[in-house]
């Protein structure tokens, strides 16, 4: 059983377009985030929702909207693809207090 | 957000030789982590440290929880070709929403 798991795993588009990332979790935590990896592999957090909560939103453009149907589920949708937005997107969750971060294994974005 | 030093950047090792890594912060942290990650893969949970002073070993990995709560150490002993990867060390605030920060990474190689 995947504890966090993210489709697709590649995703290539072009850029002006829209496109979803979906995200689940099994493990019953209670919050989840969106992590964005570039090149350099700086691991820089963009959402955290904690609850179905937005509990962080770190300078993301407001291209970027997530959404958290349930405290299973975090979901982002990026509209109008730049090129800058090409990196590997990182689901991950917690379970407030654990101390632990659990990982996706990532959704590669390139933009043409 | 917070920024998290982590050296050295890169280790070119031979097989059997330690490692040792740490990172370092400006602010102190309830929790420490560190994280191995595989190409094409997300990070991977490998040690997770709640008290300052704290000293826990998984196999051949040993990481510290620093004495004043502002950095953290990892060290791997007998390296062997599966240790290489990217290894990140990260702090949690639990005072700012559960967010977990990430160290810019120490990529592993080791020489058969």
């Known amino acids: 059983d995947t504890a966090v798991s993210q489709t697709p795993k590649y995703l290539v588009t072009q850029m002006g377009n829209d496109k979803s990332i979906k995200c689940e979790q099994n493990?019953?935590?209670?919050?989840m985030y969106w992590y964005k990896q570039d090149s350099k592999k700086f691991l820089k957090i963009m959402f955290s929702y904690n609850n179905k909560e937005l509990i962080i939103n770190e300078t993301v453009p407001n291209r970027f909207s997530p959404k958290s149907p349930d405290k299973a589920h975090l979901n982002l949708h990026i509209n109008s693809l730049e090129l800058g937005d090409s990196a590997v997107y990182f689901c991950a969750s917690s379970q407030t207090h654990s101390g632990e971060l659990f990982f996706g294994e990532g959704s590669r974005l390139t933009v043409l | 957000g917070q920024q998290l030093n982590q050296s050295p950047q890169s280790m070119f090792i031979q097989e059997g030789e330690d490692v040792s890594m740490n990172c370092t912060s400006s602010?102190?942290?309830?929790?420490w982590l560190w994280y191995k990650q595989d190409p094409g893969e997300g990070p991977v949970l490998l040690i997770a440290?709640?008290?300052?002073?704290e000293l826990t070993s998984n196999g051949r990995l040993t990481a510290q929880f620093g004495t004043t709560r502002k950095d953290s150490f990892l060290n791997i002993s007998a390296s062997i070709p599966s240790d290489v990867g990217i290894y990140f060390c990260a702090g949690q605030l639990t005072n700012t929403g559960n967010q977990f920060y990430f160290g810019t990474g120490t990529s592993l190689t080791v020489i058969p």
């Open positions: 493990l019953g935590h209670d919050t």
């Open positions: 602010s102190i942290f309830n929790t």
């Open positions: 440290l709640y008290k300052a002073g």
